[in-house]
């Protein structure tokens, strides 16, 4: 109940200008952000590559509404693959679709896009296509693979909360691609997703193995395994034990802010550790879908309101 307010409250732009200018609020969102230039998020990066972790950087904003913020979002990226190269820092790079202008047509998003990805491809840095809400999932996973035939570098999210998800790996494990799985963040109706969480970890779980498994690894499939949930951390290390995977063959990731504790101890265990670092000023909608994945985050805004 509480998820689905939250999720509610996070596409609601009234309410959003009302929260966004609470102090409070904005201390509490600063957990899960690096800052809002770029700058600081690349000395963000430089402390976790220090710990032997990796990072993908994302310039919090989606859904723009004109193609001027598309452009402004698109300049911002570059900024931003100008920094990592500059700075020599670890990190790949993520972006929304929305945030580039999608919902104005797939000709002025791609366009900025593609921009992007020739500029990636110059420094070696990959850039992965977020996954959004279920409005956009057929069209972003069409407009990926249209543009894996120029750039190699690209990288696509799958939520495993999805039916379809299974059906969409295996095409994805076929063509060799860079998938991150995830389980998936947005309020989404029991048509497109499973309504219990057992349901979701389950399918988590059949799509680790099937991004991990030997057929998919011979196509040059890497997966990103992408959770804070330590059942689903368990199963992909006893899978990849027994499947004799090689540790430069798939990674995990987390957020910013979430379980650092258990990203230093598997990058000290070994395994490619890479942390999502969101910078920027647009942190309403992110911050309130952290929220929503564990309202218990809101009782950190309460407990603070008593203190001051
Ligand atoms: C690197 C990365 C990229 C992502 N990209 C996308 C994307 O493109 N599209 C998309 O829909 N979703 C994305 N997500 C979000 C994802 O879908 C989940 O909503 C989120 O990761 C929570 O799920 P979980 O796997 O951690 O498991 P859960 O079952 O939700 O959580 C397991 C445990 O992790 C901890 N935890 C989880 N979330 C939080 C939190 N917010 N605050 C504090 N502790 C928490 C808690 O201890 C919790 O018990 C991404 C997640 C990661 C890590």
Redesign the pocket.
Same mark, same amino acid.
Request: neutral net charge; charged residues 25%; contains cysteine.
């Given at each position: 109940m509480l998820r689905s307010v939250l999720l509610w409250l996070s596409r609601n732009k009234t309410i959003r200008g009302l929260i966004t200018g609470l102090g409070l609020v904005q201390r509490a969102a600063h957990r899960f952000v690096a800052g809002e230039t770029v700058e600081e998020a690349i000395q963000a990066i430089r402390e976790l590559n220090a710990q032997g972790i990796t990072a993908t950087l994302d310039h919090l904003g989606e859904n723009v509404e004109t193609a001027e913020d598309a452009q402004r979002a698109t300049e911002d990226y570059q900024q931003a693959l100008d920094a990592i190269g500059a700075s020599g820092v670890q990190s790949h790079v993520s972006i929304k679709l929305t945030a580039l202008g999608f919902d104005l047509g797939e000709a002025v998003c791609r366009a900025n896009v593609e921009r992007l990805l020739v500029k990636a491809r110059e420094i070696g840095v990959l850039v992965t296509i977020?996954?959004e809400s279920t409005e956009y999932t057929e069209r972003t996973l069409a407009l990926f693979h249209d543009l894996r035939r120029t750039f190699k570098d690209v990288g696509i999210?799958i939520?495993s909360y999805l039916y379809r998800s299974e059906a969409d790996i295996v095409t994805l494990c076929q063509a060799g691609a860079h998938v991150?799985l995830?389980?998936?963040? !947005?309020q989404e109706p029991p048509v497109h997703a499973f309504p219990k969480k057992a349901d979701v970890d389950a399918s988590y779980v059949r799509l680790m193995k099937m991004l991990l498994s030997p057929g998919a690894r011979a196509n040059q499939t890497f997966g990103a395994i992408?959770?804070?949930?330590i059942k689903?951390i368990e199963a992909t290390r006893q899978y990849a034990q027994q499947q004799l995977v090689p540790r430069d063959e798939f990674e995990f990731?987390?957020?910013h802010g979430?379980?650092r504790d258990l990203q230093k101890e598997l990058a000290a265990d070994g395994y490619g550790m890479r942390v !999502?670092v969101p910078y920027g000023t647009e942190w309403y909608p992110y911050y309130m879908r952290?929220l929503a994945?564990?309202p218990a985050?809101i009782w950190f805004i309460v407990s603070n309101f008593f203190r001051h």
């Amino acid at each position: 109940m509480l998820r689905s307010v939250l999720l509610w409250l996070s596409r609601n732009k009234t309410i959003r200008g009302l929260i966004t200018g609470l102090g409070l609020v904005q201390r509490a969102a600063h957990r899960f952000v690096a800052g809002e230039t770029v700058e600081e998020a690349i000395q963000a990066i430089r402390e976790l590559n220090a710990q032997g972790i990796t990072a993908t950087l994302d310039h919090l904003g989606e859904n723009v509404e004109t193609a001027e913020d598309a452009q402004r979002a698109t300049e911002d990226y570059q900024q931003a693959l100008d920094a990592i190269g500059a700075s020599g820092v670890q990190s790949h790079v993520s972006i929304k679709l929305t945030a580039l202008g999608f919902d104005l047509g797939e000709a002025v998003c791609r366009a900025n896009v593609e921009r992007l990805l020739v500029k990636a491809r110059e420094i070696g840095v990959l850039v992965t296509i977020d996954m959004e809400s279920t409005e956009y999932t057929e069209r972003t996973l069409a407009l990926f693979h249209d543009l894996r035939r120029t750039f190699k570098d690209v990288g696509i999210v799958i939520q495993s909360y999805l039916y379809r998800s299974e059906a969409d790996i295996v095409t994805l494990c076929q063509a060799g691609a860079h998938v991150r799985l995830c389980k998936g963040a !947005y309020q989404e109706p029991p048509v497109h997703a499973f309504p219990k969480k057992a349901d979701v970890d389950a399918s988590y779980v059949r799509l680790m193995k099937m991004l991990l498994s030997p057929g998919a690894r011979a196509n040059q499939t890497f997966g990103a395994i992408a959770t804070h949930d330590i059942k689903m951390i368990e199963a992909t290390r006893q899978y990849a034990q027994q499947q004799l995977v090689p540790r430069d063959e798939f990674e995990f990731q987390m957020l910013h802010g979430i379980r650092r504790d258990l990203q230093k101890e598997l990058a000290a265990d070994g395994y490619g550790m890479r942390v !999502y670092v969101p910078y920027g000023t647009e942190w309403y909608p992110y911050y309130m879908r952290r929220l929503a994945e564990r309202p218990a985050n809101i009782w950190f805004i309460v407990s603070n309101f008593f203190r001051h």
